[in-house]
Every structure is written in structure tokens, then in C-alpha cells.
């Protein structure tokens, strides 16, 4: 497989992706084109030898794993972990908020958002909304706008002379964005607004009202290629949308020579701490019904090994005392070991042995990345996995640029390299 290929696939990913929630249905619709079955918690499971599943929670979140042919589940797991968020902005549930003949839109931040690339960009909204229905029912529906229609402008130089020395951002007053103009007298509130998108997407649904809902703002310019050679991958949600599509992408390759499983987890960018991140009980839930005996999956577990892949930081070029000089991190050369003293991250020298003989025989070259020690490290669902299960656990992911800004960068080879890594983890006989 060729990058430009692949990639092709990952934009399209990206593009249509614009809420965990939306990039959850697409990870559904991708493991159903591969003969996944669906299961549901509320139901019994009737797992077969060498057959294929998957699971979702409450839309954010996604487990899917292919058991053993051979039906040995005490081998262990071949586990990949990735989340479904971004950092964003997201709409306050009484948004309205009139500013002259202006309607803007009152938003929070979600997450360890990079504030000032919010500004002057082409806007758009997507989530899900929650509806009763005409026969009182409740039904829940995605929607995406699909088209500019919120800005949040920057205050012009003239008025702010040092908005180039200190560019201050107050939440509250300044991250509001425009959604409309009173220009004819008819100026709509943000439940018609909602209301006339969710007809118009759902024209045969028989929708009474809207009683509450999750939309997020975001960057309506799809990923792109940039640099003279198209060396470069510039587009939202990379972190960590890119480790989605590489694992279900990878999962969907392997054999069924072992038991492989997929973890997208949500609300990794604010704590995990919800029913779908990963710091609550969603894969517990799924591993005691795919091993119910508790001594077997503790005996599975022992034997298991997780990569947590989340997106790393590429040494930047225009601060590279940002960077610890001794770990240079480069686009287009492979995927990174994240390594942390005090464990932000899980990789250990064993872990980290491990991943490097996947990684040889896949061809592909890792590089190593710590955090300079002068600066605080960030962390990934990888040390609150291994915590929770007990699992030999290692970090990495894919180099990038620009993290948490509202469009981040990576190399145009980096996603294939990551994914033939996947891959070979998944097939590998033995990785002792």
C-alpha cells in the first residue's frame, strides 16, 4: 500500500469525523463493511472462535476485537488503545447570547485547547442531539452543518497595539462566535437554528422538540497536504483521530492467529473519568464477558500486551528549545516511543524493547521522545490502562506539530508507517 493511498482514506475519515460521536458511526460502518457484528450491553453475547465484534457506549466510545481461531484466550490480547475527542469548543446548552443586531454562541473549552487559531477561521457545527419524538419516545440523531457559518473575529490591530506582544484571551467575553446578523428583523434563536438543521438532515422523522444536546464547533477546512513535495499532513483532530483510523484500519488487516482488540475511548483531552473514558469500567465490562472465568483473564491479562498510540510532538523548527536536544523527533521518520521518569507515560525498557522488534520486523524505524526536564509532561490513556488492567503497556504514537491547535500537522508517511507497525504487532507470532 502506498501512502498517498492511505492517507486518502484517513482524510475522508477526518472530514466526516467532526465529534467523537460522528467518528464512533464511522468506526461502526467501517467494522460492518469487514463482517464485525454488532453487539449491544444490554443484551447476552454468543462469542464464536475467529469471529469478529465490536461494542459502543453511549456514542463516544468503541471496543472491537477479533477472538482467537484457535480459541486459547488465556494467551492473552494483542491490545491497541486510542481516543475519539479533540480539544474544541463546545456549545453552553443555553447558548444565546444578542451583541448589538449580532447572535453569538456562548462555547466552553474542552479540553487543552490552543486558543488563538480559533480566531478568523471558517467555522462549523456538529454533534448529537437528543429529541422527543411525536409518539413521546426518545431518539437520538447526528448532525453537522457541513458549512461556514460561525467566525469568532479578531479584534483589529489598531484597536489592541499589542496584540502581536501580549494576546490575552478571556474565555467568557472573547471565544464567543458569531452564528448570525439581525439584517430583515427575523432573527433566529439557536433551538430553531438546531431545530431547522435536524428537518432538514431527518426530513422523515417526526421530531416534537429538542430536549438537550452535545455540539461542538470546528474547523470546516478539510485535511490538506502542504510543502513542495507534499511532505506534509495539515487537518483537525490528527490528535488522536489519526490512531483511530490507523487502529480500526489495522484491525480490520490482521489474521485471527490471536486475540486482538481495539480501544477508543472518549474524554482522554479532559480526564477520562467518564463512562467512556478510560478511566471508567467500559473495558472492564467488555473483557470479563469475553474471558467471564476471573482467574483465565487474569492469567489473559498477564499474558497480554497494550499499545496506547497517541499523537507525540515533533521537534518544532522554529523552537527547538522547546525539545530535549538529545531526542530529536522528526516528521516522516517513524513512529515515536513516548518515555516519561515518572510514568505520564507507560513505557518501561521492557515495553519499549518489545515495540522496537515489532517495529523491526516491520521495517519501520522508531524514535524516542521525552519531555525536556525543565517542562511538565503530558500524559495519554496508556498509564491508565496498564493501571487498571495490570498490562505490559508502551506509548506512542504518530510525530506531530501544533497539538491541540485547531489544525495540527504530521507527516505525509507517518500514518502508513504507524499502521504497518499495527499490523505486525497484530500478526507477529510471539513478543517475547
Not at 451583541?99 to 457545527?125: A, M, T
Not at 461542538?216 to 487537518?235: H, M, R, T
Not at 469500567?281 to 492469567?299: K, N
Not at 504514537?397 to 491541540?404: N, T
Amino acid at each position: 500500500m502506498k501512502s498517498v493511498h492511505f492517507n486518502q482514506h484517513l482524510f475522508s475519515f477526518l472530514q466526516s469525523s467532526p465529534t467523537p460521536f460522528h467518528a464512533v458511526a464511522n468506526i461502526e460502518n467501517y467494522l460492518l463493511s469487514y463482517n464485525f457484528s454488532r453487539l449491544h450491553e444490554s443484551d447476552k453475547w454468543h462469542l464464536k472462535q475467529g469471529q469478529s465484534y465490536f461494542v459502543s457506549r453511549d456514542n463516544g466510545g468503541i471496543i472491537a476485537f477479533s477472538l482467537d481461531l484457535q480459541g486459547s484466550l488465556d494467551s492473552g490480547f494483542r491490545m491497541i488503545a486510542a481516543h475519539t475527542d479533540s480539544p474544541c469548543l463546545q456549545v453552553k446548552p443555553v447558548p444565546d447570547i444578542n451583541e448589538g443586531s449580532f447572535l453569538k454562541l456562548g462555547v466552553e473549552v474542552y479540553g487543552g485547547c490552543l486558543l488563538n487559531p480559533w480566531f478568523d477561521r471558517d467555522l462549523c457545527l456538529a454533534g448529537r442531539v437528543c429529541c422527543e419524538m411525536g409518539d413521546s419516545s426518545l431518539d437520538i440523531f447526528l448532525i453537522d452543518f457541513k458549512r461556514s457559518i460561525l467566525t469568532i473575529p479578531s479584534v483589529a490591530i489598531h484597536l489592541d497595539r499589542e496584540a502581536n506582544k501580549t494576546k490575552t484571551i478571556n474565555s467568557q467575553e472573547h471565544l464567543p462566535p458569531i452564528i448570525a446578523q439581525d439584517i430583515d428583523g427575523q432573527l433566529s434563536d439557536f433551538g430553531a437554528i438546531l431545530l431547522e438543521q435536524l428537518q432538514m438532515q431527518y426530513p422523515d422523522s417526526k421530531i416534537r422538540k429538542i430536549l438537550s444536546f452535545d455540539i461542538f464547533c470546528y474547523d470546516i477546512q478539510g485535511p490538506a497536504y502542504v510543502g513542495l513535495k507534499n511532505e506534509i499532513i495539515s487537518g483537525g483532530r490528527l490528535d488522536n483521530l489519526l490512531s483511530c483510523f490507523v487502529g480500526m484500519s489495522a484491525l480490520t488487516a490482521a489474521g485471527n492467529s490471536s486475540t486482538n482488540l481495539l480501544i477508543c475511548t472518549n474524554h482522554e483531552e479532559n480526564g477520562s473519568v467518564s463512562t467512556t473514558g478510560a478511566s471508567g469500567a467500559f473495558i472492564d465490562s467488555v473483557l470479563e464477558r469475553i474471558v467471564p472465568d476471573p482467574v483465565t483473564r487474569r492469567i489473559a491479562l498477564h499474558n497480554s500486551f497494550l499499545i496506547s498510540m497517541d499523537n507525540s510532538h515533533a521537534t518544532h523548527p522554529n523552537f527547538k528549545e522547546k525539545s530535549d536536544s538529545g531526542h530529536k523527533i522528526l516528521l516522516n521518520k517513524g513512529p515515536v516511543i513516548k518515555i516519561n521518569a515518572n510514568q505520564r507515560y507507560a513505557t518501561n525498557s521492557f515495553s519499549s524493547a518489545i515495540f522496537k522488534h515489532i517495529c523491526k520486523q516491520a521495517e519501520v524505524t522508531p524514535q524516542e521522545f521525552v519531555m525536556r526536564s525543565d517542562m511538565p509532561c503530558g500524559s495519554t490513556v496508556g498509564p491508565i490502562t496498564a493501571a487498571r488492567l495490570g498490562i505490559k503497556t508502551v506509548d506512542v504514537g504518530a510525530p506531530s506539530l501544533a497539538m491541540h491547535s485547531i489544525r495540527e500537522h504530521t507527516g505525509a508517511k507517518d500514518p502508513l508507517l504507524l499502521y504497518k507497525t499495527i499490523v505486525q504487532f497484530f500478526n507477529t507470532d510471539s513478543l517475547s
